[in-house]
């Protein structure tokens, strides 16, 4: 655990680690208020694509946590930093939130459904035939497809919901065509958290809460990986995977903890 708390840095992912739903993590202020007392970089790192920083930010201040907006990065702004980057002015339609609209357009993309460059596809409430029938045909025309991310479903108060992975899969099976994704476990969002924190690999440490895309995006990132068990997986479901994490901690608290 020492060497742990050595890192200079600090990816972290939110839903299982910081908070579940509405509700805050046990541990996760304290371990907040260390990364601030102990001046270390930090970067919560969220896959979900719905939220702007600007409303992560105010639902950890709901919380009572006061952490700054350049403290978040979304699969959202990893996609519009991408984009930005293979077409610099170029266009998308997008099957997604305010979160991945707002990312794309603060990126110079124009959002429109005639001809665009891309179809990308992200989180949302607002999912209906019409818009999946859109995005199929456009991309049958020739419109490039693009996944926020890959997951398949994502925490509800409910249960589960069905996440971008699900949503793309109808577009998939009715074009052929094969989406690139660009959350994690996508190596380069890790490379983007990494420009953003100023730091290397050797001197950081990714927080998650689930094997198949933090901890995989730190094994394949080649950085010292940290599962806490607050979340979706158990002790139990390791023996599926055939990667370890390197540490496994019952929650991000115990790293506060720790003397």
């Known amino acids: 655990m020492r060497n742990l708390r050595a890192k200079r840095a600090f990816v972290i992912d939110m839903d299982g680690v910081i908070y579940h739903g509405e509700r805050l993590l046990p541990g996760a202020r304290e371990f907040v208020e260390w990364l601030k007392r102990e001046n270390k970089a930090f970067l919560f790192l969220t896959n979900n694509s719905v939220r702007t920083p600007a409303e992560l930010r105010q639902k950890l201040e709901r919380m009572g946590m006061d952490v700054a907006e350049r403290h978040f990065y979304t699969s959202a702004l990893a996609t519009a930093d991408f984009l930005s980057r293979q077409k610099p002015g170029g ?21 429109t459904d005639a001809a665009p460059d891309y179809v990308v596809v992200g989180e ?22 693009i996944g ?60 998650g809460d ?38 496994i901690l019952d929650g991000v ?6 003397q």
């Open 91 to 111: 266009s998308a339609y997008v099957i997604g939130g305010r979160g991945l609209v707002q990312a794309l357009q603060d990126a110079g993309f124009t959002i």
């Open 124 to 145: 949302t409430d607002t999912y209906n035939f019409q818009r999946l029938t859109r995005a199929i045909n456009l991309v049958r025309a020739g419109a490039r497809l």
């Open 148 to 207: 926020a991310n890959p997951d398949l479903t994502g925490p509800d108060a409910s249960g589960i919901v069905p996440a971008t992975g699900a949503l793309m899969a109808p577009i998939e099976l009715s074009t052929g065509a094969h989406a690139f994704y660009v959350g994690k476990p996508n190596p380069l969002m890790m490379r983007h958290a990494l420009k953003r924190l100023g730091t290397q690999r050797e001197d950081t440490a990714i927080i």
């Open 210 to 247: 689930r094997m198949d895309t933090d901890i995989i995006a730190g094994v394949e990132s080649e950085i010292t990986t940290v599962l806490v068990l607050s979340g979706v997986t158990t002790r139990e479901d390791l023996t599926r995977f055939a990667y370890r994490p390197d540490y």
């Open 253 to 258: 608290g115990d790293i506060a903890a720790s």
